[in-house]
């Protein structure tokens, strides 16, 4: 039990579907993060969140749109993606985006364009 | 540009023997390090953290050494076990009491010979 659950595990979408991402964290964290993990490639951070607010967008293409409706929950809208989004993407979450404390990870969601 | 890496992309280890995996970092206001485990499959895992105000922590089984002066990091695994077979990334935090998000290496896979 990681404290950060990712749903779903696996998802297959055509370019034109509209679909979204679900992380919740059960570790009372202010600060949550997106990431893509591609292969032979370091985890690229996406988005961060600390207390509800976007703190970051890593020049992420806007075809990715998160929504932090509160300190626990994160999603990811995912619309009109391109093959080379295919990836694992991760979500985590820390105490707060200020201190050095570790970040949770989840088990990722594995997302698959056609 | 600044970077975190590993030195190896593959580890290979008999069981029982003490596994060293190495990181170099470039930015010299990191100020907190972390080591992760991904096994295939899951999301990183928290291994060990250490601050920059720290040379050497220890936890179970595992010690993190931190070598400023040429910017090294090391990861120890004591009497390695079949399930320490994994990817292990380690990432930095920059300096200022924390960033967005954490800067990861690629990663180097430990495989454990029987």
């Known amino acids: 039990e990681t404290g950060v659950t990712q749903t779903p595990r696996h998802l297959v979408m055509g370019m034109t579907n509209k679909k979204s991402l679900k992380c919740e964290q059960h570790?009372?964290?202010?600060?949550m993060y997106w990431y893509k993990q591609s292969a032979k490639k370091p985890l690229e951070l996406m988005f961060v969140?600390?207390?509800?607010?976007?703190?970051e967008n890593n020049s992420v293409p806007s075809r990715f749109s998160p929504e932090c409706p509160n300190s626990s929950h994160l999603f990811l809208h995912l619309h009109t993606l391109q093959p080379e989004d295919s990836a694992l993407y991760l979500c985590?979450?820390?105490?707060?985006?200020?201190?050095?404390?570790?970040?949770?990870f989840g088990d990722g969601t594995r997302l698959s364009i056609l | 540009g600044e970077s975190v890496g590993l030195h190896l992309p593959t580890l290979s280890v008999q069981e029982g023997d003490n596994s060293i995996i190495n990181c170099a970092y470039s930015?010299?206001?990191?100020?907190?390090f972390i080591w992760y485990k991904q096994e295939s499959g899951k999301g990183p895992q928290f291994i060990i953290d250490?601050?920059?105000?720290?040379d050497k922590r220890q936890g179970q089984r595992v010690t993190v050494l931190l070598n400023k002066t040429v910017k090294h990091l090391s990861l120890q695994i004591a009497a390695t076990q079949p399930g320490d077979s994994a990817v292990y990334f380690c990432?930095?935090?920059?300096?200022?009491?924390?960033?967005?998000?954490?800067?990861f290496g690629k990663g180097t896979h430990l495989i454990i010979q029987p």
């Open positions: 250490i601050r920059s105000n720290m």
């Open positions: 930015n010299s206001a990191s100020d907190y």
């Open positions: 990432a930095e935090n920059m300096g200022g009491g924390g960033a967005d998000g954490l800067t």
């Open positions: 985590a979450s820390s105490q707060d985006r200020r201190s050095n404390q570790p970040q949770h």
């Open positions: 969140y600390n207390f509800k607010e976007q703190t």
């Open positions: 570790l009372g964290h202010n600060a």
